[in-house]
Each structure stands twice: as structure tokens, then as C-alpha cells.
């Protein structure tokens, strides 16, 4: 495993680590989510990715009750968890960045991963209903109280993060120091875009999610949707109508080619273009069977023969490469 610097935090993270969305307490029995931990962890995996949200709620339970059973120590590894959409009735100031949700949806936290501190919180989006100060100064005592470590956000823009480090310099308050940002082959805006002030001038680090757009740059939505796949579940068929459209699989199916010629899988090709990006700190896989977890690890060893060549040949079929502004 590849441990890199979670911005300029002191902080390291394992290059690849395991995220539940979807999976823990969802499409996969507790079972299956233990073996994934322990596959990840052997493996040098060091970062578990949680939130509040995740099936409402189930998510952080599973993952509390594998920790208590194993026997690592709890320096040997990072658990985040994410507020915002709440996991209760949806009332009001059960959901949100308020002061008050965010302090209670960490004891909730807390409790349910079984854990006395959470090392990354993250606001899950940014929440325009309520000032950006309150939310900062909440993380901020989330801090000092020994509750959390680090705190960052997710899918906040540019401006959002920009201020809130601009209001935690004016009240000498701790920074956000971590963007979980949506980052792989098809949405790279934010990421090659957006934040390049930020990973310059502010040192972000980055945990990035779906980097194979849900399975989809598996490969295996070639021929259709394949039953007992993510894509496949009638109750996501939002995410099935956002993620598969013809220009994708077109590139796909020329990506699976040159994956061909590399010796690579799809997959392998497709995490690899995202570790090869120096300002992703983690990418955060997801996965429902073993044997794709023990796939897609194996980038780590393989994302270094993406050389300058290979990675124009990418770029000649993605043709999607996010334009700076000219200076
Ligand atoms: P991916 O885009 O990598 O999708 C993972 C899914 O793809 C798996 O669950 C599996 O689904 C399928 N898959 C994975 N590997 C393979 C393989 N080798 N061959 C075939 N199919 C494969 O990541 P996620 O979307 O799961 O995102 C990763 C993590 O990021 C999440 O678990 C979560 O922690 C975080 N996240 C954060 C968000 C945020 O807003 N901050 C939003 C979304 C995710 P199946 O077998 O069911 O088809």
C-alpha cells in the first residue's frame, strides 16, 4: 500500500481505502462487509468511509460491530462519518449543518460505530439554510471537545470551502483540511478544475467517491444491466438514468481495448487514472464481493504503468479534459 499526506494535515492515508454506500447494511450481509474490512485492512487499507445517511443509519451500526470484534489497534486506522441528510423522521434540526444536528448527529455517530472519536468529519453538503460561521465554529468545538479530529466537506464548491477558511483565519478556528469530491473517468471538473486554487494555495486533501461511476467502468454494463448489480436495482434507477448513457459506452468499449493491450482490467485501468492524480490523497472504493475488492487493490501496484504516453491515449478517448482558464 501507498500512504500519502491528507493534504497538509499530518495525517496519512492509504492511497485506496473502502467505503459502504449502498453496501454495508444494504446490498451486502454483515458477513460480506466483515470480509471486506479484513481483506482491506491486510491489505494496508487504513481509511473506512461512513456517514449518518448510509441506509439510514445501518451502515455506521455494521461497521461499529466489526471494529469491536477485530483486533486492530485503533491507531492502525481512520473512520469518517458524514452529517447532513440526517437518519431519523426528517424533522426539523434532525437534518442539516445547524449547530445543534451537528452536534447530536455525532453522539449518534459515536454510539453507533462504537468508537470515542471519529477521526474525518465531513459536512455531506453544504447546507445554504444556515450560515457557514455557525457550521464552521460547530466543527470547530467538534474539535476541542475530543469528538472528531480533522473536519472537511463534501461536494461543497470552491467559494463554500474558500470561506469557510477565510472565517476560520478571521476567528483562529481549525480548518477544513479534506474535500470528498465525485472524481473518475467521466466527472472531473471539480477535481482538475474547480479546486486548483485550493490544492495550491490551501493544501487540500481529497477522498474521492465512485471512481468507477458505480461499477459502470467495470465494464460489465457492455451488453445491458445485468441482474444483482447496483445499476440493476429497480429502486436506483435514478442512478442507473444519470450513469449509463451511449457516449459513456462508447468509451468504454475503447477503453476496454486499450485496457486489453496494457494487461490491465477495466477497472484496474480505470482506478489507476484516478491514483494518478497527485491531488487525490484517497480513493475510495466500493465494492459487494470479494474477488472485486482483491481486483480493484491491486492498482496500487499497477497505476504506475500509466505513463505520460498511455495517459494521452486516455485522454484522446475521454476527450472530456476540464479547460483552466488561460492566464
Ligand atoms: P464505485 O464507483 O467504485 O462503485 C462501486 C460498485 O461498483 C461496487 O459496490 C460494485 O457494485 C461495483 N464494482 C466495484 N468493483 C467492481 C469490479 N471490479 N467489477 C465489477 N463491479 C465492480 O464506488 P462507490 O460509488 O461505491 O463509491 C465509493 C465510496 O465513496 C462509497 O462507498 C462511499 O463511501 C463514498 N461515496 C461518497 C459520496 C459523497 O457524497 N460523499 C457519494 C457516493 C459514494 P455491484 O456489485 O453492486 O454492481
Known amino acids: 500500500m501507498e500512504y500519502r499526506r491528507l493534504g497538509n494535515s499530518g495525517l496519512q492515508i492509504s492511497a485506496l481505502s473502502l467505503g459502504t454506500w449502498l453496501t454495508f447494511g444494504g446490498h451486502i450481509d454483515d458477513t460480506m462487509a466483515d470480509t471486506l474490512m479484513s481483506i482491506s485492512y491486510d491489505a494496508g487499507v487504513n481509511f473506512f468511509d461512513n456517514a449518518e445517511s448510509y441506509q439510514g443509519g445501518k451502515s455506521e451500526v455494521v461497521m461499529g460491530n466489526i471494529l469491536k470484534q477485530k483486533t486492530w489497534s485503533r491507531s492502525s486506522y481512520l473512520v469518517s462519518s458524514k452529517i447532513f441528510w440526517g437518519n431519523e423522521d426528517g424533522k426539523p434540526n434532525q437534518k442539516g449543518l445547524s449547530r445543534k444536528h451537528i452536534f447530536e448527529a455525532t453522539q449518534k455517530s459515536l454510539r453507533s460505530l462504537q468508537l470515542d472519536y471519529i477521526d474525518l468529519m465531513f459536512c455531506h453538503r453544504p447546507d445554504k439554510t444556515v450560515p457557514i460561521e455557525e457550521t464552521v465554529w460547530a466543527m470547530h468545538n467538534l474539535i476541542t471537545q475530543g469528538k472528531i479530529l480533522y473536519w472537511g466537506t463534501s461536494e461543497w464548491s470552491a467559494s463554500e470551502i474558500m470561506e469557510a477558511h477565510l472565517l476560520c483565519e478571521v476567528h483562529h478556528l481549525i480548518k477544513p483540511m479534506v474535500e470528498q469530491p465525485h472524481y473518475n473517468m467521466f466527472v472531473r471538473g471539480k477535481m482538475e478544475n474547480e479546486f486548483s486554487h485550493l490544492f495550491k494555495h490551501k493544501g487540500l486533501g481529497t477522498t474521492v467517491w465512485s471512481p468507477l461511476a458505480s461499477g459502470l467502468l467495470s465494464g460489465k454494463y457492455h451488453n445491458g444491466v445485468p441482474a444483482n448489480t447496483r445499476l440493476g436495482d429497480e429502486n436506483l434507477a435514478w442512478l442507473k438514468d444519470s450513469t449509463i448513457n451511449k ?3 462508447d468509451k468504454i468499449n475503447l477503453l476496454q481495448a ?15 487514472w484516478c491514483l494518478k492524480n497527485t491531488n487525490v490523497s484517497t480513493v475510495i472504493l466500493g465494492a459487494t464481493k470479494a474477488i472485486q475488492l482483491e481486483e480493484n487493490l491491486t492498482a496500487i501496484e499497477k497505476y504506475t504503468t ?22
Open 247 to 249: 457516449e459513456r459506452t
Open 258 to 272: 486499450l485496457a486489453k493491450d496494457l494487461n490491465l482490467s477495466l477497472p484496474v485501468l480505470a482506478l489507476s
Open 306 to 327: 500509466l505513463t505520460a504516453e498511455v495517459m494521452e491515449k486516455i485522454e484522446a478517448i475521454l476527450q472530456n479534459k476540464p479547460v483552466l482558464p488561460a492566464f
